[in-house]
């Protein structure tokens, strides 16, 4: 099997972290079904790890995956609007990187589409 580029293993990296980000969604669900008080937690203290990452990976990139937007761009800004609707707490004060990118990405004209 071929050697990854580094965007591959970006790419990967950002999968799993979208994945455990995926994972913090049954905060939407509060309130509509019953949920453990000790899950609830554990749910905010996973989106927070995941949303640490995701600030040290975007770094001072534009974009997450490249020179341009990807899919892993769309999918990253998908899952914090969500996790806005849903009410989930993501500090952006602390997380300059991904508040930096997940402003500049919301200004793009598709991302209001």
Do not use: H
């Not at 040290?56 to 990807?70: E, L």
């Amino acid at each position: 099997m071929p050697e990854l580029t580094d965007i591959q293993r970006d790419l990967l990296a950002l999968a799993a972290d979208l994945k455990r980000l995926e994972a913090e969604y049954t905060m939407f669900f509060a309130g509509r079904i019953k949920q453990s008080p000790d899950a609830a937690e554990t749910g905010k203290t996973r989106l927070a790890a995941t949303t640490r990452a995701m600030d040290q990976m975007i770094g001072s990139k534009q974009f997450v995956a490249g020179a341009k937007p990807t899919i892993a761009d769309c999918t990253l800004f998908a899952a914090l609007e969500f996790a806005n609707f849903a009410q989930a707490e993501i500090d952006y004060a602390k997380l300059k990187n991904l508040g930096r990118w997940y402003e500049g990405f919301k200004q793009r004209p598709s991302a209001s589409a």
